[in-house]
């Protein structure tokens, strides 16, 4: 995990993120040494099918399903379309609603949980590497009424990541890592996540992409940390 810490503070400083980002990458590794925590092992399985438009525009439908608590336990499926308009070369916008399936433990039942996202990205190559930066503003609500809970939720994040293509080799190889932020007054950082992903391309339509995440909560008594190896297939149509 120190690794991708270190590796994250310096690519944020290599493409010039804004200094808060900076700071709050390094207030979360001080929030990891200082807390007691719970941990869990996860699996996420996934599909997605994407298509190219005209006038840069790239519609995709993606479906995941997620187990946790050692993997025995199925935590949630979702279905996620989306759309992505690129109108410069270093520039994405996109857009997507999530429809998700989540188990509740306590009462051994499902709700309905709904999300809106709309993200702005910015690439940056040099030669094999390539920097990214997105933002992402997230509105979500749940069919689920508690005293503890209001919704709808909403929630900003933040993910920089550095990708790099291997010469002669249909591999891509990336590391990231993203904070979400709440939007509500008095709120602070609410969760962390570093990723290392390896892409196999199988010809120009089919990718296989293997994923291993570490994410945990933030400036919780017992915070939870998960470990979480992740595999999607993924089908691209010119």
Not at 17 to 28: A, E, F, R, S
Not at 71 to 96: E, G
Not at 148 to 164: F, H
């Amino acid at each position: 995990m120190m690794i991708y810490f270190r590796i994250a503070v310096m690519t944020a400083m290599t493409i010039n993120v804004k200094g808060w980002y900076v700071t709050c990458i390094i207030l979360i590794g001080l929030s990891f040494s200082v807390s007691s925590q719970n941990n869990d092992f996860g699996t996420w399985w996934g599909v997605e099918v994407r298509k190219k438009l005209p006038h840069d525009l790239r519609i995709s439908l993606e479906a995941e399903a997620r187990l946790n608590e050692n993997s025995n336990r199925l935590k949630n499926i979702y279905i996620k379309p989306s759309l992505q308009y690129k109108p410069l070369s270093w520039l994405k916008l996109s857009t997507l609603y999530r429809f998700d399936n989540r188990y509740q433990t306590k009462g051994n039942y499902f709700t309905q949980r709904h999300r809106i996202a709309f993200n702005i990205g910015f690439e940056y190559p040099i030669k094999r590497f390539e920097f990214e930066y997105r933002n992402r503003t997230q509105l979500e609500w749940e069919n689920i009424y508690s005293a503890k809970k209001s919704y709808p939720k909403l929630e900003n994040r933040n993910m920089i990541a550095i990708g790099y293509k291997w010469p002669n080799l249909p591999l891509r190889t990336t590391i990231d890592t993203e904070c979400w932020i709440p939007i509500e007054v008095g709120a602070w950082l609410s969760r962390i996540r570093a990723s290392a992903t390896q892409e196999v391309s199988l010809g120009k339509m089919h990718k296989i992409q293997a994923r291993f995440i570490f994410q945990s909560q933030l400036f919780r008594s017992e915070p939870l940390r998960e470990y979480i190896f992740s595999l999607k297939y993924v089908l691209t149509i010119n």
